[in-house]
């Protein structure tokens, strides 16, 4: 599941960012809001409650003070544990909670932190709750240490430090409109290619896919070759996923079946190459029209010889262009 | 110009510019007065865009889109936006000008791109259209012809980069003395 978690320093846009990138990309936005009205309540009494929303301290103190030694869990524990049960479900943008750390190694997680110059934050703030400058300046303080404190607290780890985080984005000259367009193309790109921040775990985890891939056994080279065509355009692919009868004789045991070499799953399409000598082209051609007629809401494709060959070097030849 | 590999012409420029403006008249009725973002893909429609967007009444802005396939050591690659919008598409309506599409691979990259920026809508025009075998079949609102399956140049497209400027489109022939 998609995983987005935001970062931000109070008065620089982050919750606005936030929103509408949750809007946009259909995501379930959890912030501490959320967490205080939805969640918390199960473990905590009003006076806690009251607590978690002013201290951040709070948060350190154990929820479940009844149970087991063993299973005391912590209120910080408490909303992780929910957040990583909640994304085995739902794709999600998390803003704060120390998501940027819970989900750290997640593969599929994507971190952003969303900062602005003092000068920016300051401005926000006396124009959207009429603050002087000077109270504005104090407020910031507050939160930022606020913040800080939360994640060495919980987590003991630095909120400034920038490698916790795939981007940080800076709001001086950033619009939201342009902020939003940067996050989403990040977040489009990284949905193919995932990858967690931890750097060793990453080269582990490549040197893992590159031996499936690489083990992966093709029927025919040419096989070998289309997968390749189809990862460079970021098209998902099963390989030889189904069977389809095409005969049976009269007992009712198949004696004749088809498993197309490929599934495009977006696209819902079976693709069989045919790429080998002409004696075999035939018997495709017959099996792919049996196919067809025994199974008519079967979206599949031939690609022949040539039509493969110029794919293929197309994509050594050629640019981008069809 | 270099022409040795060049063969019959298939497309001549009247023709090109006869179902331009068919093309045009039928998008200024479906677009009349909606503004629409036009994005070109480039090279190739390059010349496409050039004549129609002439044509059209509604208002429009114009941008352009640049793909490349970039090869890995282990000759596997990926296609990648090499030069990128420069407007914000979110909540717009988008007409994507395409030279030709053939396999239905770019083109279903290109949705899966432009989608995840959320516009309003997405329509396609494409000139020079393969139906025959096409891999993917993704919807085309807007085709200029339907064309077999050979390897054409010419009004944009080319070969390793030459005959993108004949007025006309014709076939591209690899071995013109057999």
Redesign the interface.
């Known amino acids: 599941m998609q995983i987005i978690t935001i970062s931000r320093q109070t008065a620089s846009g982050g919750e606005k960012i936030a929103e509408k990138l949750s809007h946009?990309?259909g995501l379930k936005l959890i912030d501490r809001s959320y967490v205080l009205k939805n969640w918390l309540p199960e473990v905590a009494d009003k006076h806690q409650l009251h607590m978690l929303e002013q201290s951040t301290k709070f948060y350190t103190k154990i929820a479940n003070p009844g149970a087991e030694k063993e299973k005391q869990i912590t209120f910080a524990e408490y909303i992780a544990q929910k957040l990583k049960k909640e994304a085995e479900n739902n794709n999600l943008l998390i803003l704060g909670l120390g998501a940027q750390i819970i989900f750290n190694n997640h593969p599929y997680a994507l971190h952003f932190k969303i900062t602005a110059s003092e000068e920016y934050r300051i401005k926000k703030l006396e124009k959207e709750f009429g603050l002087h400058k000077k109270e504005a300046a104090r407020e910031l303080e507050l939160a930022d240490r606020k913040h800080r404190r939360y994640l060495w607290r919980i987590h003991e780890q630095d909120w400034e430090k920038a490698t916790l985080y795939h981007l940080t984005l800076n709001r001086d000259g950033l619009s939201l409109?342009?902020s939003?367009?940067v996050l989403?193309?990040l977040?489009?790109l990284k949905?193919?290619?995932p990858g967690p921040l931890n750097n060793d775990l990453k080269v582990k985890a490549d040197a893992k896919e590159n031996e499936n891939n690489n083990q992966r056994s093709f029927g025919h080279e040419s096989e070998k070759e289309f997968a390749?065509?189809?990862?460079?355009?970021?098209?998902q692919w099963e390989y030889e996923p189904s069977e389809f009868p095409l005969e049976w004789d009269p007992d009712g045991n198949v004696i004749m079946a088809f498993r197309p070499d490929f599934y495009?799953t977006?696209?819902d399409?079976y693709?069989e190459l045919t790429t080998m000598k002409r004696k075999y082209t035939t018997e495709k051609n017959k099996k792919v029209r049996l196919l067809q007629e025994l199974y008519p809401h079967i979206?599949v494709?031939?690609?022949?010889k040539k039509?493969f060959e110029?794919?293929a070097e197309k994509?050594?030849?050629?640019?981008?262009?069809? | 110009m270099e022409t040795d590999n060049l063969g019959k012409v298939i497309i001549s420029e009247k023709e090109i510019a006869a179902r331009i403006d068919e093309l045009a008249a039928q998008l200024n009725q479906d677009f009349k007065d909606q503004e629409v973002i036009l994005v070109s893909i480039l090279k190739s429609s390059l010349y496409f865009m050039t004549d129609l967007s002439r044509k059209l009444k509604f208002p429009l802005k114009l941008d352009f889109l640049e793909l490349n396939h970039y090869a890995d050591q282990d000759n596997s690659g990926v296609i990648r936006v090499t030069r990128d919008l420069e407007f914000s598409i979110a909540g717009r309506d988008v007409l994507i000008i395409e030279n030709i599409i053939r396999t239905g691979l770019t083109h279903s990259y290109l949705l899966k791109n432009l989608g995840a920026r959320n516009p309003k809508s997405i329509s396609i025009c494409t000139l020079l259209h393969i139906s025959d075998n096409k891999l993917l079949d993704l919807p085309v609102h807007y085709t200029g012809f339907e064309i077999e399956d050979n390897f054409v140049v010419g009004y944009g497209l080319d070969y390793q980069e030459k005959y993108r400027n004949l007025p006309y489109i014709a076939l591209y022939e690899e071995n013109p003395q057999q």
């Open positions: 946009r990309l409109e342009e939003i367009s989403m193309n977040i489009d949905k193919e290619n390749k065509i189809l990862d460079m355009h970021h098209i495009l977006e696209h399409t693709v979206n494709k031939i690609v022949y039509d110029q794919l994509f050594e030849l050629n640019g981008g262009e069809e």
